[in-house]
T-cell receptor, first 115, second 112 residues
Framework: AQSVTQLDSQVPVFEEAPVELRCNYSSSVSVYLFWYVQYPNQGLQLLLKYLSGSTLVESINGFEAEFNKSQTSFHLRKPSVHISDTAEYFCAVSALETSGSRLTFGEGTQLTVNP | SQTIHQWPATLVQPVGSPLSLECTVEGTSNPNLYWYRQAAGRGLQLLFYSVGIGQISSEVPQNLSASRPQDRQFILSSKKLLLSDSGFYLC???????????FGEGSRLTVL
């Protein structure tokens, strides 16, 4: 079975500052990795994903994450955040099993961007 | 394109009353379907998942049940609600290939 640890439950930053949301996973087999974002009272939206190929993946709104197999990490970064980036961010991992992949979520990181 | 809808969006119910939350997926066939719950300030808890009509797997023993009467319909129910059933309920679907899930808008349940 796989597990996900998001090392920070809350990350406060100022607008235009860089941010890193940390995610580590544990799995005995190859994995797929995801970051989801959740705005207040809404469902989760996929931000970016790593399935294969380049270990650096990017989203359309400036976030990026790098798959590091040796450190079993998939940290999310943005060089300059906006007020509108304030949300809950969930890291998730799935490992291919005979019955199909199952997604395991971390506990979430609340990113708060202050003016 | 595929869409997922769940309703109602908001529900306030007294303790001991029944519950029915519905979720419908369009634009795909034979999806895997999931019910998650978020308690206030907590992460996501997988409640039920289904890989086909009439096939339900429960992840956590509780006061809730799920049913899949049609290929793209997933229902979360309770006969008697408890205060602890309050939370934000999310329906999701996936193909089961990579684990990627697509979520509905959520249903906020408050039990008084």
């Amino acid at each position: 079975a796989q597990s996900v640890t998001q090392l920070d439950s809350q990350v406060p930053v100022f607008e235009e500052a860089p941010v890193e949301l940390r995610c580590n996973y544990s799995s005995s087999v190859s994995v797929y990795l995801f970051w989801y974002v959740q705005y207040p009272n809404q469902g989760l939206q996929l931000l970016l994903k790593y399935l294969s190929g380049s270990t650096l993946v990017e989203s359309i709104n400036g976030f990026e994450a790098e798959f590091n197999k040796s450190q079993t990490s998939f940290h999310l970064r943005k060089p300059s955040v906006h007020i509108s980036d304030t949300a809950e961010y969930f890291c998730a991992v799935s490992a291919l099993e005979t019955s199909g992949s199952r997604l395991t979520f971390g506990e979430g990181t609340q990113l708060t961007v202050n003016p | 394109s595929q869409t997922i809808h769940q309703w109602p969006a908001t529900l306030v119910q007294p303790v001991g009353s029944p519950l029915s939350l519905e979720c419908t997926v369009e634009g795909t066939s034979n999806p895997n379907l999931y019910w998650y719950r978020q308690a206030a300030g907590r992460g996501l808890q997988l409640l039920f998942y289904s890989v086909g009509i009439g096939q339900i797997s429960s992840e956590v023993p509780q006061n809730l049940s799920a049913s899949r009467p049609q290929d793209r319909q997933f229902i979360l129910s309770s006969k008697k609600l408890l205060l602890s059933d309050s939370g934000f309920y999310l329906c999701a679907w996936g193909t089961g290939v990579t684990g990627e899930l697509f979520f509905g808008e959520g249903s906020r349940l408050t039990v008084l």
